[in-house]
């Protein structure tokens, strides 16, 4: 038995979870997302609790179980506390600006580059210019977004310059003054 998928997910009060067919819909107080999910596995909702179902022990079943066990977990956490990713700029020179909605980054190419945020997504920019943070109700969406951001200029080893996340470490490589020993 999968080990995530055999775990039920409380429903927390004010979220309302509808189950039509094979779509899961959970409703709460930053939104509402829908999902449909495998046609082999069934989503059961009963006394507070949604728990899911496979047919069998095969392997693809197993593996299907634990994933529509964790997505729809992350619906329900997304509509009562949203999902949240914080990404720091360094460098000299590089700052983010937020326009309206839009995000500009100025990441010393010839021009400033311009990101939209994802539907239910947003940017929030702080410390002058060198934090960003993309919160919003769907997971893969932040995720996604996050990553778009940092695909602008991803963080470089020698000197740590770029867009990195909060919680990454980037392993640093000596440059060029890595000649000792030689005489």
Do not use: C, W
């Amino acid at each position: 038995m999968s080990r995530i998928g055999k775990q039920p997910i409380a429903i927390p009060t004010g979220v309302g979870v509808t189950i039509d067919g094979q779509r899961v819909s959970v409703k709460g107080p930053k939104g509402e997302l829908g999902r449909t999910v495998h046609p082999e596995m069934r989503v059961v909702h009963g006394d507070g609790v949604l728990t899911v179902e496979r047919p069998s022990d095969a392997q693809n079943h197993r593996a299907l179980h634990g994933l529509t066990r964790a997505l729809v977990s992350n619906m329900v956490t997304g509509v009562t506390s949203g999902f949240e990713k914080v990404l720091l700029v360094e460098g000299t020179g590089y700052r983010v600006e937020a326009e309206g909605k839009t995000l500009v980054l100025y990441m010393g190419y010839s021009h400033p580059v311009r990101i939209e945020p994802f539907p239910g997504t947003s940017f929030e920019v702080e410390d002058r210019g060198k934090k960003v943070t993309v919160r919003g109700i769907d997971k893969e969406a932040v995720g996604q977004l996050a990553v778009n951001v940092r695909s602008v200029r991803p963080p470089e080893p020698y000197k740590g310059k770029g867009i990195r996340y909060a919680d990454e470490t980037i392993r640093r490589k000596a440059g060029k003054a890595g000649k000792v020993g030689k005489k």
